[in-house]
């Protein structure tokens, strides 16, 4: 268990570099480069349409360039939850967390993956 949660089932605890509610796909990508935006936006695109090899090919290629930006945590995580596989979510997940602790949009996945 991480100090930053107090259980599996609640998210991390909100900490004082808790930013404000990313609530457009602009902000949320806040920080990437034009190539990691498109990749990233691509990932989500295959994601939606139910095409998760494509997805994934996608996230690689954006990882590759920022693997800690916490929008490319999220979608990893959606995407091992979405194979079936909520274990390989949660790092990713908590990852994410701990850099927008009061993201909706991480915490929503975090409730659905538990």
Known sequence: ???????IGAPPV?????G????TAASRME?????AVRYLQQAARE????RSDDSGRALQAVAALDPNHPEVLRLQALLAYRRGQP???LAPLQRALAQW??????AAAWRAAW
């Open 1 to 7: 268990m991480n100090a930053d949660h107090d259980s």
């Open 14 to 18: 909100a900490n004082e570099a808790a």
């Open 20 to 23: 404000r509610q990313r609530t």
């Open 31 to 35: 920080g990437l480069s034009g190539i």
């Open 47 to 50: 994601l939606d349409q139910g």
């Open 87 to 89: 274990q390989r979510a």
């Open 101 to 106: 602790p009061d993201d909706a949009a991480s």
